[in-house]
Every structure is written in structure tokens, then in C-alpha cells.
């Protein structure tokens, strides 16, 4: 039985969806696609509708989400 404990624990990992967040970072002015909760930009874009391109194919590929940010940094739109 152990042997099963850590195929389980792998399962579980897959099974937490991925929430990505886009948002204006203030520093530089750029749009950052980063992991929820995360402290490291992803990748960083001149706009924000690239971000949200680049975001909707981490999520799909990832059967994840994406939050968008406005540049304020309110949510514009969650679970995208």
C-alpha cells in the first residue's frame, strides 16, 4: 500500500486547477501573466490583450483559469 500513497498524491496535484492572473505591474508599466499567489511574473507584455492570449493557452493546456486584473488592479473579470 504504500507504494500507492505517493501515485495518490501525484493524482491530487493534477487534479488542483491552475489559476492564472494577468495584471499591470507598476514598476514598469507591463502586463504580467503570472501563477496565482505567485511572486515571479511568468512572461510580461507590452499589452494586456496579449497577456490574456498567452494566459487562455497556459490554462487550456493546464486545465486551468485566468483571472484578469483592470489596471487598477481590481479583478475585471475571474475565471475566464
Given at each position: 500500500?504504500?507504494?500507492k500513497e505517493p501515485m495518490?498524491?501525484?493524482?491530487?496535484e493534477k487534479a488542483i486547477p491552475r489559476n492564472y492572473h494577468v495584471?499591470?505591474?507598476?514598476?514598469?508599466?507591463?502586463?504580467q501573466v503570472k501563477f496565482a499567489r505567485g511572486e515571479k511574473a511568468i512572461?510580461?507584455?507590452d499589452t494586456q490583450a496579449e497577456a490574456i492570449a498567452?494566459?487562455?493557452k497556459?490554462?487550456?493546456n493546464q486545465d486551468g483559469s485566468?483571472?484578469?486584473h483592470k489596471k487598477?488592479?481590481?479583478?475585471?473579470?475571474?475565471?475566464?
Open positions: 500500500m504504500e507504494e495518490q498524491a501525484e493524482e491530487k495584471s499591470l505591474r507598476k514598476e514598469d508599466g507591463k502586463w512572461k510580461l507584455f498567452y494566459a487562455k497556459l490554462a487550456e485566468i483571472t484578469i487598477d488592479g481590481k479583478m475585471r473579470k475571474q475565471r475566464y
